[in-house]
């Protein structure tokens, strides 16, 4: 997936939407998680606002190792990690997206929704990408459980082969609803999951 979202922010119009105003300046960062105690910042908070900007933090992602040990879904622990890395991010923004990645739901853990819903409380909107290979209906229980807030979509690949592209189709979307108010900066908090079965990031 790492490889799969460096070639997302590497499409020439998801890379002209970052650096060229329809956020102003994103600033983004990396979260991988798996279990419940298994949450970790892999790329701190990161300013792009330009294309050299936007290739390190792509280098930066595609860069990062598998850490976290597969096992079970703890889709509430990792919204509370996105509250506490949001309270430490940089600046205002404008508008705060959080990009939560899966391939299953939560099963161990707190409950995800009163987290989603303090995050939807503090303005901020969860997106979803699904990646369907081991539960076919995944979508409906992100959008029962997980996405949220003003906007809020989620997209699907049927598997990793097809990450890459749902990864593309959903930043130009967030891209798409960000040109109606470029008067500040927008951050990005994305959050991934290497899959309650155990697949690779690659």
Same mark, same amino acid.
Not at 80 to 84: E, I, K, P, S
Not at 106 to 109: D, E, M, R, T, V
Not at 122 to 125: D, K, Q, R
């Given at each position: 997936m790492t490889t799969g979202c460096a070639a997302a922010l590497r499409d020439p119009d998801v890379a002209s939407g970052l650096t060229g105003g329809a956020f102003g300046a994103t600033l983004a960062a990396l979260l991988l998680w798996s279990g419940p105690a298994a949450q970790e910042v892999m790329v701190e908070w990161t300013r792009i606002?330009?294309?050299t900007e936007l290739e390190a933090f792509a280098r930066a992602v595609e860069d990062v190792p598998r850490v976290l040990p597969p096992g079970t879904t703890a889709i509430g622990e990792a919204l509370?990690?996105?509250?506490?890395l949001l309270a430490g991010a940089p600046t205002e923004a404008r508008r705060i997206v959080v990009d939560f990645v899966g391939d299953g739901r939560?099963? +161990? #853990?707190i409950d995800p929704e009163p987290v989603r819903d303090l995050l939807i409380g +503090? #303005?901020?909107?969860i997106n979803g990408l699904c990646v369907l290979h081991e539960e076919p209906d995944l979508v409906d229980s992100y959008r029962r459980e997980v996405i949220?807030?003003?906007?809020?979509f989620a997209v699907q690949c049927q598997d990793f082969s097809g990450f890459a592209?749902?990864?593309?189709?959903?930043?130009?979307?967030?891209?798409?609803?960000a040109r109606t108010d470029p008067a500040m900066p927008s951050s990005t908090l994305t959050l991934w999951r290497g899959g309650s079965g155990g697949a690779e990031l690659n």
């Open positions: 606002a330009s294309p509370r990690a996105c509250l506490a939560s099963n +161990a #853990g +503090a #303005g901020v909107t949220g807030g003003p906007g809020a592209d749902a990864m593309r189709q959903k930043l130009t979307r967030e891209i798409a609803a």
